[in-house]
């Protein structure tokens, strides 16, 4: 009797891990299957918004720039993820040429990542040595700067895939040559760990952090600074204070997204640093639908950008919902006007020793 109840409780927890992985399993398939439609439908118009926004405003500086930028690289990352996915659902034919094309995804996530590492170091100037900011980030620094990360991050991601990935016989299924399979599982794997995440997080960490401490003790001396350079002409102070304006609120954009930014991609940091491969079913099971997690919240963090500016930046939402109010053939005109009247309402406010 005690080896027939043995068996039959054992054979009962068996059929309930079956069930359970095949439960997380059927989860994990679903989340995979419609989590990058719903990050799509709601990032990639907003990224678009962002650049329009961003770029009707009425000076173009460094940080505007950056900001456009990272923008449209989540765009083509969430554009480049989906295709893949979409094809790969579909078994669409995708060739020699389409496997190694596949770094796409990948690479434009890393420049999304990096493109926030320069925001966030050129807010730190701007922030902590803003009387050497305009000797220290200037436009064409910065274009250099993004030239010269997007060539670094384009030789190895396109050669390694050139090289070492095609598709099977039947076109489509995309791998990886027997020879570079070692390399590519414990090599790249972490190289692009870090090119990718663990780097640019770290990076972004410290410097919002410095931004912060630097915040809560230059605001004061750095009105006072913009105000004397005026030196009472009216004109270069109404001037001076858009661009005070603005640059605090590309500064809140920036921490918040930092902040959400370092949020989302730690599930990915757990799970590269965590993930152990087993035998037992029920543990791959839980580590395949955690794994699927961390892509829906790393993904999402090239989705949410817009909406932290739009909630945390009163400049960037005004100027959005002024945008959505022009009409195409007076766009111009009224967008002078509404940044005429912010700047007008900014100047009386801040006479009266109010905060906006």
């Known amino acids: ?10 054979s009962d927890l068996s059929e309930n891990w079956d069930s359970e992985v095949l439960r997380l ?22 990224n678009i918004f962002c650049i329009l926004t961003v770029l009707t405003m009425q000076q173009m500086t460094t940080a505007t720039f950056f900001v456009s930028l990272l923008a449209f690289y989540d765009a083509c990352t969430l554009t480049v993820k989906l295709v893949y996915h979409q094809l790969g659902k579909h078994q669409v ?7 190694k094309m596949a770094f796409l995804s990948n690479f434009f996530s890393a420049q999304a990542n990096w493109v926030l590492v320069f925001i966030c170091a050129e807010r730190f100037v701007a922030v902590c040595f ?9 436009k064409r620094r910065s274009y250099v700067c993004s030239a010269v990360m997007f060539i670094a991050l384009l030789i190895p991601f396109a050669l390694l895939y050139v090289f070492m990935r095609d598709s099977d016989p039947s076109g489509r299924h995309c791998g990886t040559f027997e020879e570079y399979v070692q390399f590519w599982i ?20 410290i410097l919002t952090a410095f931004i912060i401490r630097g915040l809560t003790r230059s605001r004061v001396d750095r009105r006072s600074i913009m105000r004397t350079s005026s030196k009472g002409e009216h004109g270069n102070r109404r001037l001076m204070v858009e661009v005070e304006r ?31 491969d087993s035998e037992n079913p029920l543990v791959r099971a839980r580590w395949r ?8 919240f790393s993904d999402s963090s090239h989705a949410v950008n817009f909406f932290l500016y739009f909630f945390s930046a009163q400049r960037f939402r005004n100027q959005f919902l002024c945008l959505l109010t022009c009409r195409t053939r007076r766009l111009t005109n009224q967008r002078h006007r509404c940044t005429e009247s912010g700047v007008t309402k900014y100047s009386i406010a801040l006479s009266r020793g109010e905060e906006t």
């Open 186 to 205: 414990h090599g790249w794997y972490w190289i692009n760990s870090f090119i990718y995440l663990f780097i640019p997080l770290f990076c972004i960490v």
């Open 246 to 276: 603005l640059e605090r609120s590309i500064t809140v954009m920036l921490i918040m997204a930092a902040l959400i930014f370092t949020i989302l991609l730690l599930p990915s940091c757990v799970f590269l640093l965590a993930f152990t």
């Open 25 to 46: 399993n059927a989860l994990t398939g679903d989340i995979k299957s419609i989590y990058l439609w719903v990050v799509f439908g709601i990032g990639f118009p907003g």
């Open 130 to 138: 803003p009387l050497k900011k305009a000797y220290i980030v200037t």
């Open 93 to 99: 034919y995708l060739g020699s040429m389409g496997c």
């Open 1 to 10: 009797m005690t080896s027939t109840t043995t068996f039959s409780n054992g």
């Open 289 to 296: 639908l955690f794994d699927q997690i961390q892509y829906v």
